[in-house]
């Protein structure tokens, strides 16, 4: 039993891996929305490369949890955990961006070939998520709050975008073919990832209302939207949680 946590660890590793194979394999195909043809960067492949990527965010949940509850953490776990997660939330979206931005310029009329140059700044994204992981493990450690967004948000969000490419909901498929708005998007969340804004975790202290408010809002504004959104409430949730933790620290000041 003392192993579990490092073998959930390790299943993390496992499924981004994975992730990045079908991503890696995946090529851009033409769809159909009401009567509207589009290309969809991505086929079926990116998308089970998306919900590998949520199978290794579960893995990485339990982890430590399992590890707490069974007394047996360790500077190994902790290391190996950062290790995992920088595939599984750094490459993988990585992986992802590239995919998007190499379809994307190749919807220009004049594209016959994409210089690496157009796509490298997607892995400027798990660049920054290692440096967030390493910077974590060697900050003092804490419960209270995250500085900078956990890289395992980032990479949930990303990918998030296969899926909104493949549905489409309120265009927002079509808009993310603008290699502009990846770029723009890619720095943003390089930057959240580092920076030092303080942002609540999602561990309930007690009973107490006054303290774990914005969790509560969050899970149930989440929620709520879900039925609206669909496959958009992952960004919807990711700007909640940085809205709710700004709120949150100036009700603290």
Known sequence: MRHLPNILTLGNLF????AIVFILHSQPFLSEVNGESYWVSGTTQAYYGSLFI???????LFDGMVARWLGVTSAIGKDLDSLADVVSFGVAPSMILMKMLWAAWMQKPDAMDISMIYVAPAFVLACFSALRLARFNNAPATTAYFTGVPTPA???LVASFPLINFYNPLNMGLRLQNPWLLYLIIAVLCWLMVSKMRLFTLKFKGFSL???????A???LSLIALPFLKILVVPFSF???IILSFAYKHQEA
């Open 15 to 18: 499924f981004g891996c994975v």
């Open 54 to 60: 949520l199978a290794a965010a579960i893995c990485d």
């Open 154 to 156: 980032i990479g949930l």
């Open 210 to 216: 006054a303290k774990n408010w914005p969790q509560l």
């Open 218 to 220: 969050w899970v149930a």
């Open 239 to 241: 700007l909640l949680y």
